[in-house]
């Protein structure tokens, strides 16, 4: 099993910014895709940005040039940089990874952190 907590949510003001980090614990997996995904009240759950075991990104069209996801394989951490907050940034931040356990394919997820953007 995969037992990922995040951190460093919080109360910031609009134009803000905010590092969030994800830290996996576990044994007997490899990472295949790791991300961040959010959840604002009243709306499904939605990617932010996604990074792979060998560095290639990807982000949602709102947060492109703001927002920064980022990996240390030798910690199993990811870190998402978030710059120029925005209220509707406003939501409940997911960490997931996509690992690989023998042969197998499986998804974990955190318990999420909120992150508040308001004046």
């Known amino acids: 099993q995969v037992v990922l907590v995040e951190s460093g949510g919080g109360l910031v003001q609009p134009g803000e910014s905010l590092k969030l980090s994800c830290a996996a614990s576990g044994s007997g997996f490899s990472n295949l895709l790791m991300g961040w995904f959010r959840q604002a009240p009243g709306k499904q759950r939605e990617l932010v940005a996604t990074i792979s075991a060998s560095g290639f990104t990807n982000y949602a069209d709102s947060v492109k040039g703001r927002f920064t996801i980022s990996r240390d394989n030798a910690k199993n951490t990811i870190d998402l940089q978030m710059n120029s907050l925005k209220p509707e940034d406003t939501a409940v931040y997911f960490c997931?990874?996509?690992?690989?356990?023998?042969?197998?394919?499986?998804?974990?997820w955190g318990k999420g952190t909120l992150v508040t953007v308001s004046s």
């Open positions: 997931n990874f996509q690992v690989m356990v023998s042969v197998r394919v499986m998804d974990f």
